[in-house]
């Protein structure tokens, strides 16, 4: 059975920082596509970044020269560094991976991790 973990989320003042971490466990052959995706409370949910197998990098607008996403393919774990947060980054974040597993080609999410940023 195939699991994504988050961790790294809290409470940060305006200016902060925050790593967020997401490990991939079980049954993987192999990790294609991943990314980190955050849902603010009656928004819809939305592309924060994501990186392929081969490192190719796209970030949304709003965290352009803010936010890092990097991935170790050898502990199948993505991350996010979150520079100069802003209250409006408030939501939280789920990260997401297509992998190949026993069970085939399927796409996964974590179960979140909330990130709070007070003004």
């Known amino acids: 059975q195939v699991q994504l973990v988050e961790s790294g989320g809290g409470l940060v003042q305006a200016g902060g920082s925050l790593r967020l971490s997401c490990a991939a466990s079980?049954?993987?052959?192999?990790?294609?596509?991943m990314g980190w995706y955050r849902q603010a409370p009656g928004k819809q949910r939305e592309l924060v970044a994501s990186?392929?197998?081969?490192?190719?990098?796209n970030y949304a607008d709003s965290g352009k020269g803010r936010f890092t996403i990097s991935r170790d393919n050898i502990k199948n774990t993505l991350y996010l560094q979150m520079n100069s947060l802003k209250p409006e980054d408030t939501a939280v974040y789920y990260c997401a991976a297509e992998l190949w597993s026993s069970g085939g080609l399927d796409d996964y999410w974590g179960q979140g991790t909330q990130v709070t940023v007070s003004s």
């Open positions: 079980g049954s993987i052959f192999s990790i294609n596509d």
């Open positions: 990186i392929t197998c081969n490192g190719r990098i």
